[in-house]
């Protein structure tokens, strides 16, 4: 079975652009959070969803957003992109969401340099 | 507000020697999940192990092993019989509530020496 997906792996954009990330879950797999993880702040919750909808949001400003489409596959958008955006983006999928102990994998993560 | 707290910035172990990993966390769920995750230098995050706080029982995988202590909430991390595949960073995280949220410490670096 094919593991988590994100493309693309790889963006450099400039102050004031937005940019989309894409994330592929696991076969099957119907919950998709993502996290952001910098070197000062280390790994932060940003979202949650499961079955389209956002069950879950982390501490960041209305710039980031994300949606969830019916075959699963997440997008998260970031919008007027500040230098502190530059991170590894991580998107996990897990079978389900909410209290379960099913187990979260994770992408090979969006590197996103902002100059 | 949970919290998970990696005390060892940085630690460092000779091949085919036993480390411990630290990780303390805070939390006023009575239901919840810990993991160890690991980040060698690809960046890939892969699931080391898992426990369920209502298991007394500690977690092994392999040369993997846990020492949960539910009162003390603390959940170390144990690598025996270490490989040089091993170095990487290791990210303690807590699962609770009526959330999929993992909340990450800050990690330990391991560097497993030859």
């Known amino acids: 079975k094919a593991g988590v997906t994100q493309t693309p792996r790889y963006l450099i954009k400039t102050r004031g652009q937005q940019v989309t990330l894409s994330c592929s879950p696991i076969?099957?797999?119907?919950?998709v959070s993502w996290y952001q993880q910098t070197p000062g702040q280390g790994l932060q919750f940003l979202f949650e969803y499961f079955s389209e909808t956002q069950r879950n949001k982390g501490n960041f400003p209305g710039r980031f957003s994300g949606r969830q489409f019916s075959n699963s596959r997440s997008e998260m958008n970031v919008s007027t992109l500040e230098l502190g955006d530059s991170a590894l983006y991580l998107c996990?999928?897990?079978?389900?969401?909410?209290?379960?102990?099913?187990?979260?994998?994770f992408g090979p993560g969006t590197r996103l340099t902002v100059t | 507000a949970q919290t998970v707290t990696q005390s060892q910035p940085e630690m460092s172990v000779q091949e085919a020697e036993t480390v411990t990993l630290s990780c303390t966390y805070d939390t006023s769920e009575n239901n919840y999940y810990l993991f160890w995750y690991k980040q060698p230098p690809s960046r890939q995050m892969i699931l080391v192990i898992r426990?369920?706080?209502?298991?007394?029982q500690n977690a092994t995988e392999n040369r993997f092993s846990v020492n949960f202590q539910k009162a003390a909430k603390s959940f170390s991390l144990k690598i025996s019989d270490s490989q040089l595949g091993d170095t990487a960073m290791y990210f303690c995280?807590?699962?609770?509530?009526?959330?999929?949220?993992?909340?990450f410490g800050t990690g330990t670096l391991l560097a497993v020496q030859p």
């Open positions: 996990a999928s897990s079978l389900r969401g909410g209290p379960s102990s099913y187990e979260q994998y």
């Open positions: 076969s099957g797999h119907r919950s």
């Open positions: 426990q369920e706080a209502y298991k007394q």
């Open positions: 995280a807590f699962r609770g509530g009526a959330t999929n949220k993992l909340i």
